[in-house]
């Protein structure tokens, strides 16, 4: 005896009528309102937000705040005039003076975190605000004035910085943003 041989073909297509089987509406693009709301709504977007104020405030605000002390702060050296260009951490600044051209510059007498090769966490948000102090110091300096004192190992030049004929040095200590250093080893900041 043959099995299935009785058995009437069946599919649910048979069953529906032909007006129910049409497709998908045709698309619509979303409209304006639509697409805003997605938009408020999406959590990427809100990681774009505060990646872009990162950059700001770690790359264009201190931009900007050098760009105002090269230009209203001239320091007085015995070289010349020269300016600070450029804050690099709490203890190296740029300098631009006629005879050298562009330069780095170790002030000498403290020591601040590690900007670059910080290690820990600690120590980055240290060196941030030991940055600040620096650049806000020098903003606040009617006179400034530079000593040269040689040349380190990095082929940085070791300067005393004077604020107002006080050892900028001395100054972030008593902030609490650097450490005496006298050429020493560095202490750990974590």
């Not at 740029?94 to 670059?116: I, V, Y």
């Not at 110091?137 to 004192?149: E, W, Y």
């Not at 900028?168 to 006298?182: D, I, K, T, Y």
């Amino acid at each position: 005896m043959a099995r299935g041989t009785k058995v009437v073909p069946y599919s649910r297509d048979y069953r529906r009528p032909p007006s129910w089987n049409m497709g998908l509406p045709p698309h619509r693009p979303p409209g304006p309102l639509t697409r805003l709301l997605r938009r408020i709504a999406n959590p990427i977007f809100y990681l774009k937000a505060v990646m872009g104020l990162a950059v700001v405030g770690l790359f264009l605000l201190p931009t900007g705040a050098d760009l105002i002390n090269a230009a209203m702060r001239p320091v007085q050296s015995a070289e010349g005039t020269c300016r600070i260009v450029r804050v690099v951490d709490g203890d190296t600044l740029s300098l631009m003076c006629p005879e050298e051209g562009l330069h780095s510059a170790r002030l000498l007498g403290f020591d601040t975190p590690e900007k670059f090769s910080p290690k820990c966490m600690g120590e980055f948000v240290a060196a941030e605000q030991a940055s600040w102090a620096l650049r806000t110091l020098i903003q606040k300096a009617d006179r400034l004035s530079l000593t040269h004192d040689g040349a380190d190992q990095y082929g940085r030049s070791l300067v005393r910085l004077e604020l107002d004929g006080i050892d900028v040095a001395r100054l972030m200590v008593q902030a609490g943003h650097a450490r005496v250093n006298n050429g020493g080893p560095r202490g750990s900041w974590c």
